[in-house]
């Protein structure tokens, strides 16, 4: 999983794989999500991060088992 938070244009990108995108849709204005041609989720992408996301340049990481 990559993450990555793009100061200007202000977007956060989060990764899931490398597949190739076959489809995307947008649930909710400025939240794009992208799948493969499985359906699996490939990445979703948040624009206008600093507005919808309390502090997107921030990360925690945690693994529970």
Known sequence: MQLKYSK???ILLIRF???PISESDEPKPGLIID??????????EILDAS??????????YEVVS
Do not use: C, T, W
């Open 8 to 10: 200007e244009p202000d």
């Open 17 to 19: 794989s490398d597949n």
């Open 51 to 60: 507005k919808r996301v309390q502090a997107p340049f921030k990360l925690e």
């Open 35 to 44: 799948y493969d041609k499985d359906g699996n989720v490939v990445r979703i």
